[in-house]
T-cell receptor, first 114, second 112 residues
Framework: ETGVTQTPRHLVMGMTNKKSLKCEQH?????MYWYKQSAKKPLELMFV???????ENNSVPSRFSPECPNSSHLFLHLHTLQPEDSALYLC?????????????FGPGTRLTVT | AQSVTQPDIHITVSEGASLELRCNYS??????LFWYVQSPGQGLQLLLK??????LVQGIKGFEAEFKRSQSSFNLRKPSVHWSDAAEYFC??????????FGAGTRLTVKP
């Protein structure tokens, strides 16, 4: 595997379910990101991890819970979601956190909340 | 904080025609500017970036972009569009000690 991978690619869940999204990067990067992509809206940065430490949480509801057990893996735990949470969730990584470093994106998980 | 505006939600061009996608940013100092492309069902891929120096930057797939400080713009261009260029294009701006901010994207349709 190369680059940034995400599983599952598609997820349908009810509002009372609990599920997790997984991201793995094979690039040796130290920073990882979760973004939410909704139709016709800019990408929304949700969480940033640098060296496995959460450094930013952009007022994301607590029903989204990130976890970064090591610099290669990032999870997004989901529970009691709302229909408006349906979106494409993108994971990205960069060599370090900061504006100098390009981000490499995974293909995303298409989430539908019913 | 920095912000990005992509004025065109959707653009249609004929194959072989030239292309220009607009991007305007808001930031008080020198920004770090990026263009990404997203094909259907895929993540974002970096096309090119500007940090400093020559204001005309070359990227992959025959794309280029020009930084114009006076207009706060970083427009993406391609002299001759191919059908495979149909995708969504995102402009992004990075700023000192801040993470990247993305525009809402411009969807490009290429007519045969």
């Amino acid at each position: 595997e190369t680059g940034v991978t995400q599983t599952p690619r598609h997820l349908v869940m009810g509002m009372t379910n609990k599920k997790s999204l997984k991201c793995e990067q094979h690039l040796g990067h130290n920073a990882m990101y979760w973004y939410k992509q909704s139709a016709k809206k800019p990408l929304e940065l949700m969480f940033v991890y640098s060296l496995e430490e959460r450094v930013e949480n952009n007022s994301v509801p607590s029903r989204f819970s990130p976890e970064c057990p090591n610099s290669s893996h990032l999870f997004l735990h989901l529970h009691t979601l709302q229909p408006e949470d349906s979106a494409l969730y993108l994971c990205a990584s960069s060599q370090e956190r900061g504006q100098f470093y390009e981000q490499y994106f995974g293909p995303g998980t298409r989430l539908t909340v019913t | 904080a920095q912000s990005v505006t992509q004025p065109d939600i959707h653009i249609t061009v004929s194959e072989g025609a030239s292309l220009e996608l607009r991007c305007n940013y808001s930031y008080g100092a020198t920004p770090y500017l990026f263009w990404y492309v997203q094909s259907p069902g895929q993540g974002l891929q970096l096309l090119l970036k500007y940090f400093s120096g020559d204001t005309l930057v070359q990227g992959i797939k025959g794309f280029e972009a020009e930084f114009k400080r006076s207009q706060s713009s970083f427009n993406l261009r391609k002299p001759s569009v191919h059908w495979s260029d149909a995708a969504e294009y995102f402009c992004a701006v990075g700023a000192w000690n801040n993470d990247m901010r993305f525009g809402a994207g411009t969807r490009l349709t290429v007519k045969p």
